[in-house]
């Protein structure tokens, strides 16, 4: 169930998003919920506005895989992007799935699609995998591609596994819809 797109941002698109979003002060990523300190490590900067020039190429790429591979109703991004970077050995995100329960049968808009965008090259880090759980793509990490856009269904388990080595940089968001049906 994963679509990817190798090379949505060339080396210097990369390098540019890097400079431009390390602007933005970071946070250490917590859980929607608030609960469980353990369950993520990971540092986050947060954006939406005022950064179209690296979120409409990436709706777009979204927008055409769920034409071509899912066909769920969404309507765009309702929450902001993750500028997510994993630098210290055992930065990890233990399994979860990226739809929040409350939102469901609600009126609230609901995460449909998750899309993660590799900031890093392969070789600069090492563990810190993004492995899914289901589907035909169980158990192997996404690809490791740098300026690769991964998409999958935001009801699909996944993981990162702990990082050993260097630093892991990405971008992870939601396309958002109505209620499930």
């Not at 690296?54 to 777009?60: E, L, T």
């Not at 769920?66 to 630098?87: S, T």
């Not at 260097?166 to 499930?180: E, M």
Request: aromatic share 8%; with cysteine.
């Amino acid at each position: 169930m994963l679509v990817h797109y190798p090379d949505l941002f060339t080396p210097q698109g990369v390098e540019a998003i890097k400079r431009d979003l390390s602007r933005i002060p970071p946070h250490a990523a917590e859980l929607s919920s608030g609960l469980r300190t353990d369950y993520r490590r990971v540092t986050t900067r947060d954006f939406g506005v005022g950064h179209n020039w690296i979120i409409d190429p990436i709706v777009d790429v979204v927008v055409a895989a769920n034409d071509q591979a899912y066909g769920f109703h969404i309507d765009g991004v309702a929450e902001g992007l993750n500028y997510l970077v994993y630098e210290s050995t055992g930065d990890q995100y233990k399994r979860h799935i990226d739809i929040h329960m409350a939102d469901l049968n609600s009126n609230r808009a609901n995460r449909k699609l998750t899309y993660v965008l590799q900031l890093s090259e392969p070789d600069e880090y090492e563990g810190c995998d993004l492995v899914l759980d289901g589907g035909a793509d169980a158990g192997m990490p996404i690809p490791r591609d740098c300026g690769g856009l991964s998409i999958f269904p935001a009801f699909m388990a996944h993981e990162v596994t702990p990082l050993v080595r260097g630093a892991r940089h990405s971008i992870v968001g939601w396309v958002h819809g109505d209620a499930w049906r």
